[in-house]
C-alpha cells in the first residue's frame, strides 16, 4: 500500500496557561486555557475526552480561568410564597449546568455560553490586565486581581455578572489571589516581595507578609493557595515553597526545592498534600505528616505532660519531571470518582497522573494532535486542506514513481521516488477578530468555506485563466450566512452543489450553492433536532423558522460531528448528548433516530460503499448501523460490545479519532487515533479477546514459537533415536509424530491431528494495530491502495518553542 506520509502541515498547538476543574457540586469538567484564547472542555470521565473548544482571538491569550456553580439561594425567606416554591427554585439552581469564566491580559472578563460556545457576557477589568481570578466558596462572587494593584469584586449570583466593589489600591501588580474558608477574607501575592491579607468587607489590607528576596530585586509571588484550616502557602520567583500559619501570620516552613519561579499550585482535598511546580519543570509534592517534636539540643525526646510531643510538619515527598518547558498551570480533583493531578505549560500537552500514589506512577501525555481533525481533503483532485488559527493552507500531494514490483512483495517502510512533489498552492489569512472553528473543501476542490462562531464565509477557487497552473480566490459576498452566527461544523455534498451548517444555535442547514453565478444562495432547509424544538410542522419535520422553546425545559445541545454519504444522499449529525440523527437530502425529511450509546461519540463516518454509518465512541467501541434498514448491521450486533472487542484494543489509551476506507478492500475499515492505526476486516469476528494485535509483536512471537517448534522437534528426534527408533523422512520434517504404546509397539500420526487434539486452535485475529506512525492529524485514502497520513511529530514542536531551562551542575 502506498503511503503518503505528510509532515510538511504547519499546525502548532498554543501553549497552556491554566487550568481549573468544574466544584464538587456539579460533574467534573477541566477547562484548559491557552496562549491562543481557546478554551478547552475536557471530560476525565470518559478517559479525558475533549467535550468542546470555545475558540479565542487575537490578543485575548487566557491567563485565569473560574468556574462557579451558585447551590444557594441569595433570597430572603419572605419571598417564598411556600416552602414547595422555595425547594422548586433550589432544585432548578443546582440542576443549572456551571458558569465559566475567563480573563487575560485584554483587561476584559467574559462569562462564557458552554452551549453554543459564543461569549455570553462581558464586562471591563476597570484596571488593564487581569493576572489571577478566583469565586469565592459559595460562588456569587468573582474576585479579579489587576495590573494596577487593585483587587476588584464582580457580583455573579443568580447569573449576573456586574461590578461589585474594588479595594485600596497597592503599588504594584496582583498576581495571585485566594480565598479564606469562610470567605471573609483573601489572601493575594503581588510583585513586590510581598503577600497581603484583605479584609473582604471593609475592603483594605490587615496584614502583610514578606518573602526573601535578592539585593536589588523584587520576588514575584505567582502562588498563593488557602489550606481548609486557613494556613496559606505559597510559591515565588525564588524556587520558594513557603507555609504560613493562619492565625500569626508568620512563615512556618520554607523549602528551597525548585530551581527557577514556582508558577503554580495544587491543594488536596483535605489539606494534607501540596503541589508546586515552575519553570524547571519539577512536580513537587509536600505532605504533611506528624514528627515527634525536637528538643532544644535538636534531639527527639521533647516532652509535654510527661508524654513525647508530635508536631505537624510538611515534607517533601516525591518529585517528578512531566514536562520538557516551563509548567504554567496545575489542577488537582480527588472527588467525584476522579484523583487526578493534571499539569501543563509551554510544551502545549497536558499530563494526566494519579494524584493519592504520587510520585510513584506512571503519567500519561495526552496527544498534543486536537481530538477533531482540522485536516480535510479532496480525492479527485488530491487537495488535501489544514485550518490554523485565522486561516487555512491547501497543499497539491505528490506523486510516486510505479513500483517496479507489487506493494506486497516491497519491504515495510520502503521509500518510493516522487515524479512530483507536495506543493503549497494556497495561504489564506482572515482578519476576523476571532480564531476559526471548522473548514472544509469540496470533492471537485472548487469550494472552500470557513466559520467562526459569528459567521461562515465561502470562497470560489478556480485555475487563473490567464496564469495556468495559479488559482484566483474569489469570496461570495452574496452569500448570507447563517442569519448572522457562526458554524461549528460544515461540510459539502460531494457534488459540491450544496453545503451543510451545524450553526451555533444548534441547527443543521441545507444551502443550495448550484445557482453561485447568480449570486443567489437559497437555504432549503433547517433542522431543529438538536435544539429539542416543540414546534412541529406537518411534514413532521422541525419548523425553526421562529424562535421555539425547547423539550422539557431542556436546552441546545452544540453539534459536534457531522458527515454526508459518498452518493450525497444521507447526512448523519450527533450532538455532546450523544443525539445522532440521520437526514436524507433527497427528501429533506428527518430519516432515523439512532439510539443513545453509553459512552459520548468521537465522530459519524459513512461507508462508501454501503448505507453504514460507522460510530466510534470514547470507549473504543465503534457501531455499524445500516440507515437504510434503521438498524445496527449483523456485525455491529454481535461484536460492538466492550465484552467482545478485543482487550488490547479497548484499552489504548489514546481513543479513536477517525475511520478511513481503502477502495481496494470494500470491506474493511481503519481505525485511527493519535498513535495508532487499526485495521479491521468485516467479513470476519473480533477474534480472541485475549490476542495480540500488534503487528510487529506478533512477528516475533511467530518466530519465537517457531524456534520452540524446532527445538522440541529436536528433543523428539534425540528421545526417538536413543530408544532406536530408525529416522523418518516424516519425522525430520516435521509432519508426523511418533506415539509410544507401551515398551515396543509404536504408531505414526499427522502432526495436525497430534497438536488439534494436545491444544484448541487458535481463532484468527483481527484488529490488527500498527504503532509505526508520529502523532496523527489526519488519515484517510484518495485512491486504492493510497493512503494519505498527516502527522505532527513532537520534536516539530519543540523547534518552535523557546530553549528551556537548564541549570550547569559541577562536572558537565
Given at each position: 500500500?502506498?503511503?503518503?506520509?505528510?509532515?510538511?502541515?504547519?499546525?502548532?498547538?498554543?501553549?497552556?496557561?491554566?487550568?481549573?476543574?468544574?466544584?464538587?457540586?456539579?460533574?467534573?469538567?477541566?477547562?484548559?486555557?491557552?496562549?491562543?484564547?481557546?478554551?478547552?472542555?475536557?471530560n476525565?470521565?470518559?478517559?479525558?475526552?475533549?467535550?468542546?473548544?470555545?475558540?479565542?482571538?487575537?490578543?485575548?491569550?487566557?491567563?485565569?480561568?473560574?468556574?462557579?456553580?451558585?447551590?444557594?439561594?441569595?433570597?430572603?425567606?419572605?419571598?417564598?410564597?411556600?416552602?414547595?416554591?422555595k425547594?422548586?427554585?433550589?432544585?432548578?439552581?443546582?440542576?443549572?449546568?456551571?458558569?465559566?469564566?475567563?480573563?487575560?491580559?485584554?483587561?476584559v472578563?467574559?462569562?462564557?455560553?458552554?452551549?453554543?460556545?459564543?461569549?455570553?457576557?462581558?464586562?471591563?477589568?476597570?484596571?488593564?490586565?487581569?493576572w489571577?481570578?478566583?469565586?469565592?466558596?459559595?460562588?456569587t462572587?468573582?474576585?479579579?486581581?489587576?495590573?494596577?494593584?487593585?483587587?476588584?469584586?464582580?457580583?455573579?449570583?443568580?447569573?449576573?455578572?456586574t461590578?461589585?466593589?474594588?479595594?485600596?489600591?497597592q503599588?504594584?501588580?496582583?498576581?495571585?489571589?485566594?480565598?479564606?474558608?469562610?470567605?471573609?477574607?483573601?489572601?493575594?501575592?503581588?510583585?513586590?516581595?510581598?503577600?497581603?491579607?484583605?479584609?473582604?468587607?471593609?475592603?483594605?489590607?490587615?496584614?502583610?507578609?514578606?518573602?526573601?528576596?535578592?539585593?536589588?530585586?523584587?520576588?514575584?509571588?505567582?502562588?498563593?493557595?488557602?489550606?481548609?484550616?486557613?494556613?496559606?502557602?505559597?510559591?515565588?520567583?525564588?524556587?520558594?515553597?513557603?507555609f504560613?500559619?493562619?492565625?500569626?501570620?508568620?512563615?512556618?516552613?520554607?523549602?528551597?526545592?525548585?530551581?527557577?519561579?514556582?508558577?503554580?499550585?495544587?491543594?488536596?482535598?483535605?489539606?494534607?498534600?501540596?503541589?508546586?511546580?515552575?519553570?524547571?519543570?519539577?512536580?513537587?509534592?509536600?505532605?504533611?505528616?506528624?514528627?515527634?517534636?525536637?528538643?532544644?539540643?535538636?534531639?527527639?525526646?521533647?516532652?509535654?505532660?510527661?508524654?513525647?510531643?508530635?508536631?505537624?510538619?510538611?515534607?517533601?515527598?516525591?518529585?517528578?519531571?512531566?514536562?520538557?518547558?516551563?509548567?504554567?498551570?496545575?489542577?488537582?480533583?480527588?472527588?467525584?470518582?476522579?484523583?487526578?493531578?493534571?499539569?501543563?505549560?509551554?510544551?502545549?500537552?497536558?499530563?494526566?497522573?494519579?494524584?493519592?500514589?504520587?510520585?510513584?506512577?506512571?503519567?500519561?501525555?495526552?496527544?498534543?494532535?486536537?481530538?477533531?481533525?482540522?485536516?480535510?481533503?479532496?480525492?479527485?483532485?488530491?487537495?488535501?486542506?489544514?485550518?490554523?488559527?485565522?486561516?487555512?493552507?491547501?497543499?497539491?500531494?505528490?506523486?510516486?514513481?510505479?513500483?517496479?514490483?507489487?506493494?506486497?512483495?516491497?519491504?515495510?517502510g520502503?521509500?518510493?521516488?516522487?515524479?512530483?512533489?507536495?506543493?503549497?498552492?494556497?495561504?489564506?489569512?482572515?482578519?476576523?477578530?476571532?480564531?476559526?472553528?471548522?473548514?472544509?473543501?469540496?470533492?471537485?476542490?472548487?469550494?472552500?468555506?470557513?466559520?467562526?462562531?459569528?459567521?461562515?464565509?465561502?470562497?470560489?477557487?478556480?485555475?487563473?485563466?490567464?496564469?495556468?497552473?495559479?488559482?484566483?480566490?474569489?469570496?461570495?459576498?452574496?452569500?448570507?450566512?447563517?442569519?448572522g452566527?457562526?458554524?461549528?461544523?460544515?461540510?459539502?455534498?460531494?457534488?459540491g452543489?450544496?453545503?451543510?451548517?451545524?450553526?451555533?444555535?444548534?441547527?443543521?442547514?441545507?444551502?443550495?450553492?448550484?445557482?453561485?453565478?447568480?449570486?443567489?444562495?437559497?437555504?432549503?432547509?433547517?433542522?431543529?433536532?438538536?435544539?429539542?424544538?416543540?414546534?412541529?410542522?406537518?411534514?413532521?419535520?422541525?419548523?425553526?423558522?421562529?424562535?421555539?422553546?425547547?423539550?422539557?425545559?431542556?436546552?441546545?445541545?452544540?453539534?459536534?460531528?457531522?458527515?454526508?454519504?459518498?452518493?450525497?444522499?444521507?447526512?448523519?449529525?450527533?450532538?455532546?448528548?450523544?443525539?445522532?440523527?440521520?437526514?436524507?437530502?433527497?427528501?429533506?425529511?428527518?430519516?432515523?433516530?439512532?439510539?443513545?450509546?453509553?459512552?459520548?461519540?468521537?465522530?459519524?463516518?459513512?461507508?462508501?460503499?454501503?448505507?453504514?454509518?460507522?460510530?466510534?465512541?470514547?470507549?473504543?467501541?465503534?457501531?455499524?448501523?445500516?440507515?437504510?434498514?434503521?438498524?445496527?448491521?449483523?456485525?455491529?450486533?454481535?461484536?460492538?460490545?466492550?465484552?467482545?472487542?478485543?482487550?488490547?484494543?479497548?484499552?489504548?489509551k489514546?481513543?479513536?479519532?477517525?475511520?478511513?476506507f481503502?477502495?481496494?478492500?470494500k470491506?474493511?475499515?481503519?481505525?485511527?487515533?493519535?498513535?495508532?492505526?487499526?485495521?479491521?476486516?468485516?467479513?470476519?469476528?473480533?477474534?480472541?479477546?485475549?490476542?495480540?494485535?500488534?503487528?510487529?509483536?506478533?512477528?516475533?512471537?511467530?518466530?519465537?514459537?517457531?524456534?520452540?517448534?524446532?527445538?522440541?522437534?529436536?528433543?523428539?528426534?534425540?528421545?526417538?533415536?536413543?530408544?532406536?527408533?530408525?529416522?523418518?523422512?516424516?519425522?525430520?520434517?516435521?509432519?508426523?509424530?511418533?506415539?509410544?504404546n507401551?515398551?515396543?509397539?509404536?504408531?505414526?500420526?499427522?502432526?495436525?491431528?497430534?497438536?488439534?487434539?494436545?491444544?484448541?486452535?487458535?481463532?484468527e485475529?483481527?484488529?490488527?494495530?500498527?504503532?509505526?506512525?508520529?502523532?496523527?492529524?489526519?488519515?484517510?485514502?484518495?485512491?486504492?491502495?493510497?493512503?494519505?497520513?498527516?502527522?505532527?511529530?513532537?520534536v516539530?514542536?519543540?523547534?518552535?518553542?523557546?530553549?528551556?531551562?537548564?541549570?550547569?551542575?559541577?562536572?558537565?
Amino acid at each position: 500500500m502506498e503511503v503518503h506520509r505528510c509532515r510538511f502541515v504547519d499546525y502548532v498547538p498554543a501553549a497552556i496557561n491554566a487550568l481549573t476543574f468544574t466544584p464538587t457540586s456539579t460533574r467534573p469538567i477541566l477547562a484548559c486555557g491557552r496562549a491562543n484564547g481557546d478554551i478547552e472542555l475536557w471530560n476525565p470521565k470518559n478517559d479525558w475526552t475533549v467535550e468542546k473548544i470555545i475558540p479565542g482571538g487575537k490578543n485575548t491569550s487566557v491567563e485565569a480561568l473560574a468556574w462557579a456553580h451558585q447551590t444557594t439561594l441569595t433570597e430572603d425567606e419572605d419571598f417564598w410564597d411556600s416552602p414547595a416554591e422555595k425547594q422548586a427554585a433550589l432544585k432548578t439552581l443546582t440542576k443549572a449546568p456551571p458558569r465559566l469564566f475567563s480573563a487575560g491580559l485584554n483587561a476584559v472578563v467574559t462569562e462564557w455560553d458552554t452551549t453554543s460556545l459564543k461569549p455570553k457576557r462581558s464586562v471591563d477589568s476597570h484596571g488593564g490586565a487581569v493576572w489571577c481570578m478566583a469565586t469565592n466558596h459559595a460562588n456569587t462572587i468573582l474576585a479579579v486581581g489587576c495590573e494596577d494593584g487593585c483587587l476588584r469584586l464582580f457580583d455573579i449570583a443568580d447569573g449576573e455578572l456586574t461590578f461589585l466593589r474594588s479595594f485600596d489600591k497597592q503599588k504594584t501588580r496582583i498576581l495571585s489571589l485566594a480565598w479564606s474558608p469562610d470567605d471573609k477574607s483573601m489572601v493575594t501575592g503581588s510583585a513586590n516581595s510581598s503577600m497581603y491579607k484583605w479584609n473582604v468587607e471593609l475592603g483594605r489590607v490587615v496584614q502583610r507578609m514578606t518573602v526573601d528576596r535578592v539585593a536589588g530585586e523584587d520576588t514575584l509571588v505567582w502562588a498563593v493557595k488557602v489550606l481548609p484550616n486557613g494556613d496559606m502557602v505559597s510559591g515565588d520567583s525564588l524556587g520558594h515553597v513557603k507555609f504560613w500559619d493562619a492565625t500569626t501570620l508568620t512563615m512556618t516552613q520554607s523549602f528551597n526545592s525548585h530551581g527557577a519561579d514556582v508558577l503554580c499550585l495544587a491543594v488536596g482535598r483535605d489539606g494534607t498534600s501540596v503541589f508546586s511546580s515552575g519553570v524547571d519543570r519539577k512536580c513537587n509534592q509536600y505532605r504533611l505528616v506528624n514528627q515527634p517534636t525536637l528538643n532544644k539540643a535538636g534531639k527527639k525526646g521533647a516532652k509535654t505532660n510527661g508524654k513525647s510531643g508530635m508536631t505537624n510538619k510538611w515534607v517533601l515527598a516525591g518529585s517528578r519531571v512531566f514536562h520538557s518547558h516551563d509548567v504554567r498551570a496545575l489542577a488537582l480533583e480527588q472527588s467525584r470518582g476522579v484523583d487526578t493531578l493534571v499539569s501543563g505549560g509551554v510544551d502545549v500537552s497536558m499530563v494526566v497522573c494519579a494524584a493519592t500514589p504520587f510520585p510513584d506512577i506512571n503519567q500519561h501525555r495526552l496527544p498534543h494532535v486536537p481530538q477533531r481533525p482540522v485536516v480535510s481533503i479532496s480525492k479527485s483532485k488530491r487537495l488535501m486542506l489544514c485550518r490554523q488559527e485565522h486561516g487555512v493552507k491547501v497543499w497539491r500531494l505528490g506523486k510516486s514513481a510505479a513500483p517496479t514490483q507489487p506493494f506486497s512483495d516491497l519491504e515495510i517502510g520502503a521509500h518510493m521516488d516522487l515524479i512530483e512533489p507536495h506543493q503549497a498552492i494556497l495561504d489564506m489569512t482572515f482578519k476576523d477578530d476571532h480564531n476559526l472553528t471548522a473548514s472544509a473543501i469540496s470533492e471537485d476542490g472548487h469550494w472552500i468555506s470557513v466559520a467562526t462562531i459569528e459567521e461562515v464565509k465561502l470562497f470560489r477557487i478556480d485555475e487563473s485563466t490567464t496564469h495556468p497552473g495559479q488559482l484566483t480566490v474569489k469570496k461570495q459576498k452574496s452569500f448570507p450566512g447563517v442569519r448572522g452566527t457562526g458554524a461549528h461544523c460544515l461540510t459539502f455534498t460531494p457534488d459540491g452543489a450544496r453545503l451543510i451548517v451545524a450553526s451555533t444555535d444548534s441547527r443543521v442547514i441545507v444551502m443550495d450553492l448550484s445557482k453561485w453565478e447568480t449570486g443567489k444562495f437559497d437555504i432549503l432547509r433547517q433542522f431543529g433536532q438538536h435544539r429539542g424544538s416543540r414546534k412541529i410542522s406537518k411534514d413532521n419535520e422541525m419548523d425553526i423558522d421562529e424562535e421555539e422553546d425547547l423539550v422539557g425545559g431542556g436546552h441546545a445541545e452544540t453539534i459536534v460531528s457531522m458527515t454526508v454519504s459518498a452518493d450525497g444522499l444521507w447526512l448523519a449529525t450527533g450532538d455532546l448528548k450523544n443525539g445522532i440523527f440521520v437526514f436524507n437530502l433527497d427528501t429533506l425529511q428527518l430519516h432515523a433516530t439512532l439510539p443513545k450509546f453509553d459512552s459520548p461519540l468521537t465522530g459519524l463516518h459513512f461507508h462508501p460503499y454501503s448505507p453504514t454509518l460507522v460510530i466510534p465512541t470514547a470507549n473504543n467501541v465503534f457501531y455499524l448501523f445500516n440507515v437504510e434498514t434503521r438498524r445496527l448491521t449483523d456485525w455491529s450486533r454481535e461484536y460492538s460490545s466492550d465484552k467482545r472487542f478485543p482487550k488490547k484494543f479497548l484499552d489504548l489509551k489514546d481513543k479513536i479519532l477517525g475511520v478511513a476506507f481503502n477502495p481496494a478492500r470494500k470491506n474493511t475499515l481503519l481505525v485511527w487515533g493519535a498513535t495508532y492505526i487499526c485495521h479491521v476486516d468485516l467479513e470476519k469476528g473480533a477474534g480472541d479477546v485475549d490476542a495480540i494485535l500488534n503487528v510487529g509483536k506478533r512477528k516475533r512471537v511467530d518466530k519465537a514459537q517457531e524456534l520452540l517448534r524446532k527445538q522440541a522437534q529436536e528433543r523428539r528426534l534425540k528421545k526417538y533415536a536413543a530408544l532406536g527408533i530408525e529416522p523418518m523422512p516424516e519425522l525430520e520434517t516435521g509432519k508426523a509424530v511418533v506415539v509410544l504404546n507401551g515398551n515396543k509397539s509404536r504408531k505414526v500420526v499427522t502432526a495436525a491431528a497430534h497438536e488439534a487434539g494436545t491444544q484448541k486452535e487458535e481463532e484468527e485475529a483481527n484488529f490488527l494495530l500498527l504503532h509505526k506512525f508520529q502523532p496523527l492529524l489526519f488519515v484517510d485514502f484518495v485512491g486504492d491502495n493510497s493512503m494519505v497520513a498527516v502527522e505532527l511529530p513532537f520534536v516539530k514542536i519543540l523547534s518552535t518553542l523557546p530553549p528551556s531551562y537548564y541549570r550547569a551542575s559541577y562536572g558537565t
